[in-house]
């Protein structure tokens, strides 16, 4: 439980900083962003493993695993959607132009 939470605490300040930068439109927002959802993406994949590397017992794990697997393909399917919308979005690349276009 402590490694999760502390794992979603930083996710959570990540998430605060790339949506206010996106709110700002600060440079490098949606680089910021699509880095948070890399991060995001990476967590929900170890969370599905999290349960069997820290050794819970059998009885705990096969009660959360899965919940723990729904949720995180439900997770990684909307992590992606957002990722292909800051990577697609016209309307995205009208509001953020990339300074760097070699980025």
Known sequence: MLINGVCSIGLAVFSI???????KVFPNAVMAAKKYLGAAFVYSVLSIFL????????????EIGAM????????VAYLYAWYLYLKRSKRVRTTYPEKNPQA
């Open 17 to 23: 900083y790339a949506g206010i930068s996106l709110w």
């Open 51 to 62: 349960p069997y590397l820290i050794g819970i017992s059998e009885e705990i794990r096969k």
């Open 68 to 75: 723990s697997l729904l949720n995180s393909i439900i997770t």
